[in-house]
Nanobody, 126 residues
Framework: QVQLVEFGGGLVQAGGSLSLYCAAS????????MGWFRRRPGKEREFVAA????????YYTDSVKGRFTISRDNAKNTVYLQMDNLRPEDTAVYYC???????????????????WGQGTQVTVSS
């Protein structure tokens, strides 16, 4: 049974930082692209970042480039999202996601998700 469990959400002031991480189980982690999506208030869920199984391919949505960093530790079956210089518009529920495919990162960027986590709330105050 695939499980993706997110940790690390919370409340932070604008300009601050938060780190999210997602613990994965139930599938071969090194066969999956891993990523993060978010759902902002009143909006559809949107792609944030994705990383290939070997960390050699990374995608970001334009609004987080230079501020967010995705990484993974295959030995720990964990994917991370370091969020710096946070803005109020980053307020959202953040979801971990996976695509179990050699091109999983590209699939995630196009919205093709195999499994979702339950989400963690990130609130950025102005």
């Amino acid at each position: 049974q695939v499980q993706l469990v997110e940790f690390g959400g919370g409340l932070v002031q604008a300009g601050g930082s938060l780190s999210l991480y997602c613990a994965a189980s139930g599938f071969l982690f090194t066969q999956a692209g891993m990523g993060w999506f978010r759902r902002r208030p009143g909006k559809e869920r949107e792609f944030v970042a994705a990383i290939s199984w070997g960390s050699n391919t990374i995608y970001y949505t334009d609004s987080v480039k230079g501020r967010f960093t995705i990484s993974r530790d295959n030995a720990k079956n964990t994917v991370y999202l370091q969020m710096d210089n946070l803005r109020p518009e980053d307020t959202a529920v953040y979801y971990c996601a996976c695509a179990i495919h050699p091109l999983g990162a590209a699939k995630l960027q196009s919205g093709q998700v195999d499994h979702w986590g339950q989400g963690t709330q990130v609130t950025v105050s102005s």
